[in-house]
Structure formats: structure tokens, C-alpha cells
């Protein structure tokens, strides 16, 4: 597609319930990195796959954090049950590579918001 | 380690007056590089600028200008004749394999 996608743009869940956020990267873009962006914070990186390497997970709070890439295309972020401090927008970016020398595009978002 | 820092929370202008804003890092690696973005109320981030560590000269876009220097690991991002549209969180990152971003500048132009 011509941008990052990202679904849902919104979601509202109880506390303890698991959530599934979907990233749909630029298409060829073998790069694929989440990042948290909690309110009024800069953005804390969560993990990032590239083709079909291992992913780093350095960045992932928790193992109630967990994320896959499918086909080395969409990927998905599950919080399994779910804390009011897991509350903030989640932004996925892509890029041609891993590497400082390409840009990265980000989605715009879900912003999670725990109850 | 690899850090950012952008000492500077928050930000009030007038609008047409010049303002910089801040950036330090932190990397052991002698290749990398530099980003600013920018990330309106709409939430957005957009890219402005990136920068690799071998290219020092300054770098001027309209009204937005650019001065890396290596020797202070410095950064710095200046808005001149600053606008209400320029109104936004300003994020500084560094990148190696990963960004690693600040924790932004909220820059507030009022009329």
C-alpha cells in the first residue's frame, strides 16, 4: 500500500482482556518495528523483524507483550491480558531494511486505552 | 548505550520568532545517523531530516535549518519566523539498527 497501516485506529478494552493490534508495512518494506508511545512520553521501541530473522524483543515490557509477522508482511502485536499501565498509542513504522541508512514510515497508530 | 536527550520539555513562541530546539546524543558507534520528526496533534510522525554522522555541514530546508556538530554531539533543529502551523511534539533520534528517540520538545506557536 502507499503507507504504514494500522488497526484499529482505536481500541477500548476491560482490564485483563487480551488485544490484537495490526500493522499492515509498506508493501516490500522488509522491515517492521513497534514502538509505544505512552501519553506525553517520546517513544519507547518494543521490537523489530526483519525478513526472516529472529526478531529483537529487547524492547517488549513483559512477556504479556508479544508480537509475530506473518508471510514477512503484517504483523501483529498481542498484550494478553491487559493492565491500565499498558494504556497508549502503539505506532508501527517500516522500512526497506534494517539499517541506519533507510527511512522509516510510521502508521498512525492505535491508541489502546485499558479500563 | 545509545541515548537522546532533549533537555527541553516545552516550548512558547510568538509567532515569527526564531527557536531552536535541542538535541544530545549518546552512541559509541562512529557510523550512524541523525532524525528530527515531527508528530502534530493529528499524531502522526513525519520525517523532516536525516543526517549520517560523516556529513557535518548544516542543512537548510525553508524555514527550518540543521546544525550537527560531532564535537558536542549536538543536534540542534531551528525554526525560523516561526508559525502557528509549526505547533507540534518535536522528536530527535538516533539510529544504528533501531531508532532510539527522545523524549521530544512540545513546541507551541501562538498568534
Known amino acids: 500500500g502507499a503507507g504504514v497501516s494500522q488497526s484499529p485506529s482505536n481500541k477500548v478494552t476491560e482490564k485483563g482482556k487480551d488485544v490484537e493490534l495490526r500493522c499492515d508495512p509498506i508493501s516490500g518494506h522488509t522491515a517492521l518495528y513497534w514502538y509505544r508511545q505512552s501519553l506525553g512520553q517520546g517513544l519507547e521501541f518494543l521490537i523489530y523483524f526483519q525478513g526472516n530473522s529472529a526478531p529483537d524483543k529487547s524492547g517488549l515490557p513483559s512477556d504479556r507483550f508479544s508480537a509475530e509477522r506473518t508471510g514477512g508482511s503484517v504483523s501483529t502485536l498481542t498484550i494478553q491480558r491487559t493492565q491500565q499501565e499498558d494504556s497508549a498509542v502503539y505506532l508501527c513504522a517500516s522500512s526497506l531494511a534494517i539499517g541506519f541508512n533507510y527511512g522509516y514510515t510510521f502508521g498512525s497508530g492505535t491508541r489502546l486505552t485499558v479500563v | ?111
Open chain 2, 1 to 111: 548505550a545509545q541515548k537522546v536527550t532533549q533537555a527541553q520539555t516545552e516550548i512558547s513562541v510568538v509567532e515569527k520568532e526564531d527557536v531552536t530546539l535541542d538535541c544530545v546524543y549518546e552512541t559509541r558507534d562512529t557510523t550512524y545517523y541523525l532524525f528530527w520528526y515531527k508528530q502534530p496533534p493529528s499524531g502522526e510522525l513525519v520525517f523532516l531530516i536525516r543526517r549520517n554522522s560523516f556529513d557535518e555541514q548544516n542543512e537548510i530546508s525553508g524555514r527550518y535549518s540543521w546544525n550537527f556538530q560531532k564535537s558536542t554531539s549536538s543536534f540542534n533543529f531551528t525554526i525560523t519566523a516561526s508559525q502557528v502551523v509549526d505547533s507540534a511534539v518535536y522528536f530527535c533520534a538516533l539510529t544504528a539498527d533501531k531508532l532510539i528517540f527522545g523524549t521530544g520538545t512540545r513546541l507551541q506557536v501562538f498568534p
